[in-house]
Structure formats: structure tokens, C-alpha cells
């Protein structure tokens, strides 16, 4: 069933520029595909830093797969633009979408039930921004989505050794940048996955609220990457001492090169789907010819050297700055 609906998915939308899902889990190499996640509804991201779906995404409801995973161990998560894609065809997220990704855990009793808005997160993984010597602007930098982007979508994450064993939410979370020179224009794309952590210790790090932890003006959501920057912060708290960061324009390592999208392996349990159908706005396939296409909701329609659909299909097309117009 979960592959039928993937199916009328992708024969209903073709690509909506840059927006992009976390869908699938990597388990120590091990493809998990969407057994545990929490599928959001759409690939559009969420720009309400006050709104509960800053936790989990919108619509997503608990499904009945966990994956088990062993403290230690590394966790790959999957990102892509279109539902059911694997392929490395496409960049993950694409439409110039810069910035951090990062990844957060949360302790429950069950990850099978657990509302994440109410859950205690803490960061185990960031991969968020690094200065380019030979660039001219933060665009020109190196950051946690273009990484994703070089890796196929691939992001490998490790679990803390010291965690105690027991359930968890693992939150993946990617921030696009592009149109955050201004209040609510960062765009946030994460899915929830539902794990059970064996091994491990007996930590239980402290954690922050989501929402609660971020503010729209954080120095790391309200910013304009298009400028040249001396520095950037990602925003929520530092990564916990048992996690782990990759520093941004650094290659492809395990996981991240070398898997290949698969079946579930026969030890997963349970499925999980979209709670309905998404049909996305058509744009054309090329991006040289404006005639007769379209750009769905929050897509790009101008900028700076863009040569793409001008016409929104919703909305209009709002110029943000003088690289970036996105229909709104």
C-alpha cells in the first residue's frame, strides 16, 4: 500500500523547486526505508518557529514501526525533494536552499505514541556552516545542504554510546536560508523517526522544548545569506557531548557514499504512510523556458541570474532581494 500511494505521488506532482522530505532511515547501512519515520504531509516547509509542527512536521501522526538501533551506531537519514525518490538524479534540496542541518533526539516512554511538541530534545549532530576564503557572499560558503546535496541525500548521524537504552524520537531537521533576510522566511524541513535504542549507558542528556527553543529572530533564522558573512550560529542549543559534528565542505564518508536505496530488510516492522495525497503544482521541465509553466506556493520566481517559471501557479511573486523572488 505504502508503495502504491508513493506511486500516485509522484505521478501527481513533478518538482516543486527546492522543497524536499526527510523519508527514509539508514540503520548501521541497513535500509529501513519509511518504517519508522513520520511522513509530513507535503514537501513545503514549516516558517511558524512558534507552531507545534516545528516538532514534527505538519499532519504527521505516529505509525506503528519502530527502528531498533544500537547506542553507537550510526543512523543515516534520507533526504529528497519528491515522495518515494531515491534516486540521485536530483539534488536533495535544491532552488539554492543554503543552510544547516541538524539532528535531535528525544527520551519517551513510547516512540510509537509520543507527541514530539511536548518531548525534551537535544541535538546529537550538526553540520551547519563553514566560511569559503574565495567567496563573495555567505551563498558562496559551505553548508549543512550542500553537503546532502554532494552525499545523495545522505547525512550519517551516530547515537551516542552513553544513552540510555529505551525509545526515542530522532528528529532530522535541514534550514533553508534563502529568503531569511526577513522575519518568518527561513524555511524548516524535518521529519520525526521513531526509534528503540538499545545498549548504551545510563545518560539522559537535558533537553530544550520544541517549539520554545527557537525565536524568529535568533541570529541564525533572521539572516541574510546573500551578503558576505564572518560568521553564522545555527540555532537551538550546542550539540551534546555524546554527539558528533561534520564540518561543512567536508567528503562523503560510509553510509553517506556508498549506500544504495534497497528493500526493508525482512526484520522491520510496520509501515508508514502519508495520511493523504499531496498534489503538487506542475512546473515545466526546463528551466531555460518560462512559456506556459508555473512555480507552486513558496517556490523561486526570480532572482538574480534566474532563468526559471516566472509565473506563480498561487499567490504572487514577491521580490525579497535582488537574488531571490518566491511566489507567496
Not at 514549516?46 to 512536521?57: E, L, Q, Y
Not at 514501526?65 to 536533495?92: F, H, M, N, W, Y
Not at 553540520?127 to 569559503?132: F, H, S
Not at 546573500?226 to 557531548?241: D, K, M, N, R
Request: hydrophobic share 30%; glycine share 12%.
Amino acid at each position: 500500500m505504502k508503495s502504491a500511494i508513493f506511486a500516485t505521488m509522484a505521478a501527481l506532482a513533478t518538482k516543486v523547486a527546492g522543497h524536499a522530505t526527510f523519508q527514509d532511515l539508514w540503520v548501521n547501512g541497513v535500509d529501513m526505508i519509511t518504517t519508522c519515520a513520520r511522513l509530513p504531509l507535503s514537501n513545503s516547509p514549516v516558517t511558524d518557529v512558534t507552531s507545534k509542527d516545528i516538532a514534527c512536521n505538519v499532519g504527521t501522526n505516529p505509525v506503528s514501526g519502530k527502528c531498533s538501533i544500537a547506542a553507537g551506531s550510526i543512523a543515516t537519514v534520507e533526504l529528497k525533494q519528491q515522495p518515494g525518490d531515491r534516486s540521485c538524479a536530483s539534488e536533495a534540496i535544491g532552488g539554492a536552499h543554503y543552510g544547516p542541518v541538524q539532528v535531535y533526539m528525544a527520551s519517551v516512554a513510547d516512540s510509537s505514541s509520543a507527541d514530539g511538541s511536548s518531548a525534551s530534545w537535544f541535538k546529537v549532530f550538526a553540520d551547519t556552516w563553514e566560511k569559503n576564503p574565495s567567496g563573495s557572499s555567505g551563498d558562496d560558503d559551505y553548508w549543512g545542504t550542500k553537503d546532502i546535496n554532494t552525499c545523495c541525500g545522505h547525512m550519517n548521524v551516530k547515537i551516542p554510546s552513553d544513552l540510555a537504552p529505551g525509545d526515542y524520537l530522532l528528529r532530522a531537521e535541514a534550514l533553508a536560508l534563502h529568503t531569511a533576510g526577513q522575519s518568518g522566511g527561513a524555511q524548516f524541513y524535518m521529519t520525526c523517526f521513531q526509534l528503540t535504542v538499545t545498549g548504551g549507558g545510563s545518560a539522559k542528556p537535558a533537553g530544550v522544548s520544541l517549539p520554545g527553543a527557537y525565536k524568529a529572530s535568533d541570529p541564525g533564522i533572521l539572516v541574510n545569506i546573500h551578503a558576505p558573512l564572518s560568521t553564522y550560529i545555527a540555532p537551538g542549543p550546542t550539540v551534546y557531548s555524546g554527539g558528533s559534528t561534520k564540518k561543512a565542505g567536508s567528503p562523503c564518508n560510509g553510509c553517506e557514499s556508498t549506500c544504495t536505496a534497497g528493500k526493508a530488510p525482512s526484520t522491520a516492522t510496520g509501515t508508514s504512510t502519508p495520511t493523504q495525497v499531496v498534489t503538487l503544482t506542475t512546473t515545466a521541465a526546463s528551466p531555460t523556458s518560462t512559456s506556459g509553466c508555473s512555480v507552486a506556493i513558496y517556490g523561486q520566481c526570480g532572482g538574480s541570474g534566474f532563468s526559471g517559471c516566472t509565473a506563480c501557479a498561487q499567490g504572487t511573486c514577491k521580490k525579497l532581494n535582488d537574488y531571490y523572488s518566491q511566489c507567496s
